[in-house]
């Protein structure tokens, strides 16, 4: 159906943002973690109820009820490969480098400030598009496509204002300041002067009279610190520099280092000595050093506590070298020893940790750090490239991360629900239609003499339970219908919000029939983490069939996505099934990945950079651009699980493959004649 069809007309809600590219629809984005990045357009549907077009060969429903239409779990294509992003180490990674399940920096709102948090990648998307260049006036630049969002002192605002046949939207223009840190500096090569520099830092010589350890031998060096990352470091440098024989051995309170070898004992002293002119690589590893030997960074404030005197000013020289601004405490710590404190807040503190890439991570963090504005990034120019580049951009659990030193926003795009009007390239996971009067119409349409009573079935489309339910709640009032006109339902979903409903379920099937389905295809949490990221683990699925199950509910699981080469071994079906049969799964329905337009190029580009070995196989399984796999094939996997059930005590359902479709998105309405299959979310 079209969108002019689904809503009545309703008044414009006062709380509601002025743009409303879709008639009748009261648009809404949240502030919250959860929801960043999306808009929810709520309408008020004619018709809740649908039926499956055509005739419902194979299919288990006629009718069905979709309560939202969209979902939550992809994104689009923005940046260009080599931009940085903050990882939550406090290093950075060329976008086009991340992977699903990286720890990276975003942000979120407390109070009046955003504060930078410790977010994941979900998601990661590449496609060509018309590029930007965004230059700043402090020299940093950002390549992008006109549909980014940057986080700027009034906002978010778009890199160009209308797209083609779109409303006018906030967009960049010059003199618009952004939100964030200023571009990131670049990461020190480990080149042989790197290394000897903090070696130079970290190592400290040792007289030869005093300790000697257990094995009698006499350590010539001690560490400055003692830290696991400090230690692997050090090794490792000695390592490369030629020293094969180099190992810790304890030194009373401290770590010292010890050698079999006169050669390499010598090697050291060597590459400890510091060179007679100064050299930008070694003041970077040396900085390096001292700060992994000396330094802390706690409640925001960047210290070198000095305990050896003799590395005092050629902190202070390397400090100046890169123009870094320092005070020396004008106090002395209780032991005697001087400090340096590094000025320049947030920004000058990322500029030496990425300048000089020190070993220990923990104290490069920015979690909790607000963000207020001081660091003068204002929009100097934006300029058409005139060519069409490879963008990259990602999903995160926070909806932002931080490109080279600026807040960047989410922008969600990917195949989606063109037959409702709205856009192809970006709404299908950021815009969430929401039929609001759900519960009342649907009891409408139940106590109309038309109605028979037929079984309806829920997350056919999109997943009723998806994280919006928990703000709506449609759901509760739904089940509450179907209840009082003793109408049978069925629900599918991954997700576990349905246990809040679970006492409305229990009172519906003491009335009419009632069946919950899962969807959970594998166990394997890597796994999940790189294509399910999105949904609540396999774990917390199973819990939930387990307590639906001892409520009394009869639960079927449906096995899908199986995925071909990942989770198809005889082992890992055996160990699901157990499982889930331990879970107390009445039936289990094996499904092979289903691969529809949209779902089939995410799918395939993750798996060429994650599983390239795997691509040929593909290739022939889904051979000329079919969305399922052969007949033997779907046979061969039913076969492994049917023996499975039959090991665990329970009978497996033979349900051939295309009576349940699984797909990442919605796409065009079923061809007259065709039948509309269930389609569940990938991601």
Request: glycine share 10%; net charge positive.
């Amino acid at each position: 159906m079209r969108w002019s069809h689904l809503t009545e007309s309703i008044p414009p809600d006062a709380t509601a943002p002025v743009q409303q590219p879709l008639p009748g629809a009261v648009v809404r984005t949240f502030d919250t973690p959860g929801f960043a990045g999306m808009t929810f357009y709520e309408v008020r549907a004619k018709s809740l109820i649908n039926k499956v077009a055509g005739e419902p060969r194979g299919v288990p429903f006629e009718y069905t009820i979709n309560p939202y239409r969209g979902c939550t779990h992809a994104c689009s294509y923005c940046l260009a490969g080599d931009t940085p992003v903050l990882m939550a180490d406090g290093r950075t990674k060329p976008i086009a480098e991340l992977r699903v399940g990286d720890a990276i920096v975003g942000t979120v709102r407390e109070g009046s400030y955003r504060r930078y948090a410790v977010t994941h990648v979900r998601d990661k998307w590449s496609t060509v598009k018309p590029a930007y260049r965004v230059t700043l006036r402090d020299g940093t630049e950002l390549v992008a496509s006109g549909d980014h969002r940057f986080l700027t002192d009034r906002g978010w605002k778009h890199v160009t204002g209308a797209r083609s046949g779109a409303a006018q939207r906030p967009h960049l223009t010059t003199g618009n300041k952004l939100m964030g840190t200023g571009r990131f500096a670049e990461q020190p090569k480990e080149s042989p002067e790197y290394r000897r520099g903090y070696l130079h830092a970290v190592l400290r010589p040792e007289p030869e009279a005093g300790y000697r350890d257990p094995y009698g031998t006499v350590p010539r060096f001690r560490l400055a610190c003692a830290e696991p990352q400090v230690l692997s470091r050090t090794i490792g440098y000695l390592r490369e520099s030629g020293v094969h024989t180099a190992e810790y051995t304890p030194l009373g309170q401290r770590t010292g280092l010890r050698t079999y070898a006169r050669r390499d004992l010598d090697l050291i002293g060597l590459l400890l000595q510091r060179p007679e002119e100064r050299d930008a690589e070694w003041d970077k590893g040396f900085l390096a050093g001292v700060f992994d030997a000396e330094g802390s960074h706690t409640q925001g404030l960047w210290r070198i506590v000095h305990t050896d005197p003799e590395l005092v000013e050629p902190t202070r020289a390397a400090l100046r070298a890169f123009g870094f601004d320092f005070v020396v405490e004008d106090r002395r710590d209780p032991i005697g020893l001087l400090s340096l404190r590094l000025l320049g807040g947030l920004p000058e503190k990322l500029r030496f940790f990425h300048l000089t890439d020190p070993a220990v991570t923990r104290r490069r963090t920015v979690q909790g750090v607000a963000i207020k504005g001081t660091v003068p990034l204002h929009v100097a120019s934006i300029e058409p490239l005139g060519l069409e580049l490879p963008l990259w951009d990602i999903t995160t659990g926070t909806g932002d991360f931080i490109a080279n030193g600026v807040v960047s926003h989410n922008c969600f795009a990917r195949n989606t629900h063109s037959y409702l009007d709205l856009d192809t390239g970006h709404d299908f996971d950021s815009k969430i239609v929401v039929k609001v009067n759900a519960p009342e119409l649907l009891r409408r349409e139940l106590a109309s003499p038309r109605w028979e009573g037929r079984p309806i079935a829920m997350g056919t489309n999109v997943d009723c339970y998806q994280r919006a339910e928990g703000r709506y709640q449609l759901m509760p009032g739904i089940i509450g219908a179907l209840s009082d006109w003793s109408n049978p339902f069925s629900i599918l979903t991954k997700g576990t919000l349905i246990l809040r409903d679970l006492p409305l379920l229990q009172r519906a099937a003491q009335r009419t029939r009632v069946s919950v389905a899962f969807s959970i295809g594998f166990l394997d949490e890597a796994l999940w983490r790189s294509v399910e990221s999105g949904t609540p683990s396999p774990s917390r699925r199973l819990d939930a069939v387990r307590r639906m199950s001892d409520a009394g509910l009869r639960v079927g699981v449906l096995m899908a996505p199986i995925l071909p080469g990942l989770s198809d071994s005889e082992e890992q079906l055996d160990a699901t099934v157990g499982a889930l049969v331990a879970a107390g799964a009445a039936s289990i329905t094996p499904l092979v990945l289903h691969l529809r337009p949209g779902a089939r190029e995410w799918y395939l580009g993750w798996l060429a950079a994650n599983h390239p070995e795997l691509v040929p196989f593909y290739q022939r399984l889904y051979a000329g651009n079919r969305a399922y796999v052969s007949a033997d094939y779907q046979r061969l996997v039913t076969a492994k699980v049917r023996r499975a059930c039959r090991r665990h005590g329970l009978p497996a359902r033979e349900t051939p493959a295309r009576d349940l479709v699984l797909t990442g998105d919605e796409t065009e309405p079923p061809a007259a004649g065709e039948a509309a299959g269930v389609q569940l979310t990938l991601l």
